[in-house]
C-alpha cells in the first residue's frame, strides 16, 4: 500500500524536551513537507524539502528542525525553543514542487505541558 | 504571502441539500487543491484545480484562475460529508497556502 504514515499518532511531552515526530512515504515523491495546524486554523508551513539533503525554511520555522537523509523520510524535531508547541502536525508529499499535489500523512497531535 | 479567504465559515445542511464553498485568493495562484479534512484529522485531495472544472461524483469544483477564486459544490449532500473543507495555493511551487476551511455540517 502506497502512502504516507506518520508516527506516533498522540504524543504527549513535558516542556523544555526536545521532541522527533516521523514522517514515511514509499511513493516515491521527491517533495517533502512539515504543516503545522492549531485549532479552527489552516495550515501553516514549517519546512519543506525538494530533494534528499536539502530543505527550506517555511513561514514558521522558528523553534523546529528537520532533515531529509533518506529520500522516504522527513523527520521533524520540535525543540524546546518552540513557544507554543502543542498543535497538530502534517507531513505532505508530492512529486516534485511545482504544478504537483500534495498528498498528506494521518497527522501526529502533539500537547506540550 | 497569498491570503486566502473562505466563505462561508460554517454551514449547516439538511441531507440532500446543495452547497457552494467559495475561496478568493489574494494573488494569483498556479497550483490550487480542495480537501476535505475529516473529523480524525487527515486530510484528503478532492481536486487539484489551477483552472477550469473538475467533477467526481457528487462534488465538482470551478476555478477562474484570472479572477483569482475557485468554487466547489456539493450536491445532494450526505452526513459523510461532514468535515472541514480546505482549499490551498501556491505561486511557487513549494509554499502552499492554507484558508481558515469551511465547517459542515450535514444533519440527517
Known amino acids: 500500500d502506497g502512502g504516507i504514515t506518520q508516527s506516533p499518532k498522540y504524543l504527549f511531552r513535558k516542556e523544555g524536551q526536545n521532541v522527533t515526530l516521523s514522517c514515511e512515504q514509499n511513493l516515491n515523491h521527491d517533495a517533502m513537507y512539515w504543516y503545522r495546524q492549531d485549532p479552527g486554523q489552516g495550515l501553516r508551513l514549517i519546512y519543506y524539502s525538494q530533494i534528499v539533503n536539502d530543505f527550506q525554511k517555511g513561514d514558521i520555522a522558528e523553534g523546529y528542525s528537520v532533515s531529509r537523509e533518506k529520500k522516504e523520510s522527513f523527520p521533524l524535531t520540535v525543540t524546546s525553543a518552540q513557544k507554543n508547541p502543542t498543535a497538530f502536525y502534517l507531513c505532505?508529499?508530492?512529486?516534485?514542487?511545482?504544478?504537483?499535489?500534495?498528498?498528506f500523512g494521518p497527522g501526529t497531535r502533539l500537547t506540550v505541558t | 504571502g497569498i491570503q486566502v479567504e473562505q466563505s462561508p465559515p460554517d454551514l449547516i445542511l439538511q441531507e440532500g441539500a446543495n452547497s457552494t464553498l467559495r475561496c478568493n485568493f489574494s494573488d494569483s495562484v498556479n497550483n490550487l487543491q480542495w480537501f476535505h479534512q475529516n473529523p480524525w484529522g487527515q486530510l484528503i485531495n478532492l481536486f487539484y484545480i489551477p483552472s477550469g472544472t473538475k467533477q467526481n461524483g457528487r462534488l465538482s469544483a470551478t476555478t477562474v484562475a484570472t479572477e483569482r477564486y475557485s468554487l466547489l459544490y456539493i450536491s445532494s449532500s450526505q452526513t459523510t460529508d461532514s468535515g472541514v473543507y480546505f482549499c490551498?495555493?501556491?505561486?511557487?511551487?513549494?509554499?502552499?497556502?492554507f484558508g481558515t476551511g469551511t465547517s459542515l455540517t450535514v444533519i440527517p
Open positions: 490551498a495555493g501556491t505561486n511557487t511551487g513549494n509554499q502552499f497556502y
Open positions: 505532505a508529499s508530492s512529486i516534485g514542487t511545482g504544478s504537483y499535489e500534495q498528498y
